[in-house]
T-cell receptor, first 111, second 115 residues
């Protein structure tokens, strides 16, 4: 059982559609990060959220941290083929000091 | 953010042999990590590479199989020893940013195939 559960695991959509990826846990996190990984490359940090209820926007991507700091979501508006990749959430639980990664969501956006 | 390079970028190896992967950072960093990413999967932490002392291994990973060196604050190596096809994977090194929320920056990875 992973500390961070991501859903869905796979998502295939058409260009222009909206989508939401979820990252859930029963543990409280001091901070939570979202990464995107493209084939042949390492993960790249997109955003860090640290305050319960926090919302951050990065162009068409909207990130939210749950009020209780146990969950997060990533919403993409009008997805484009360039958004294709593996999306990973990661965080440090309050009781720990190591970064833990979720299982990942593999997104494919078809033109 | 730090710029991280890895060598080799990919390799195909015979079972029973060993491969050493190098990770170079363009600035001094305290924390360096090695991860394994199996095809289509998320990242699994192998170990934390400590400068001047032995690496700290996660459950399921041992020093005899994955020896790690960290001779200074900008360089580390991971060796995959006595390889088997089950070791076929992407191996990634990462560094932690100074004084932030454990944010990590990753190298491009080494894609290893063991025949």
């Amino acid at each position: 059982t992973q500390l961070l559960e991501q859903s869905p695991q796979f998502l295939s959509i058409q260009e222009g559609e909206n989508l939401t990826v979820y990252c859930n846990s029963s543990s409280v996190f001091s901070s939570l990060q979202w990464y995107r990984q493209e084939p042949g490359e390492g993960p790249v940090l997109l955003v860090t959220v640290v305050t319960g209820g926090e919302v951050k926007k990065l162009k068409r991507l909207t990130f939210q941290f749950g009020d209780a700091r146990k969950d997060s979501s990533l919403h993409i508006t009008a997805a484009q083929p360039g958004d294709t990749g593996l999306y990973l959430c990661a965080g440090v639980a309050n009781a720990g000091n190591m970064l833990t990664f979720g299982g990942g969501t593999r997104l494919m956006v078809k033109p | 953010s730090a710029v991280i390079s890895q060598k080799p970028s990919r390799d195909i190896c015979q079972r029973g042999t060993s491969l050493t992967i190098q990770c170079q950072v363009d600035s001094q960093v305290t924390m360096m990590f090695w991860y394994r990413q199996q095809p289509g999967q998320s990242l699994t932490l192998i170990a934390t590479a400590n400068q001047g002392s032995e690496a700290t291994y996660e459950s399921g990973f041992v020093i005899d199989k994955f020896p790690i060196s960290r001779p200074n604050l900008t360089f580390s190596t991971l060796t995959v020893s006595n390889m088997s096809p089950e070791d076929s994977s992407i191996y990634l090194c990462s560094v932690e940013d100074w004084g932030t929320y454990n944010e990590q920056f990753f190298g491009p990875g080494t894609r290893l195939t063991v025949l």
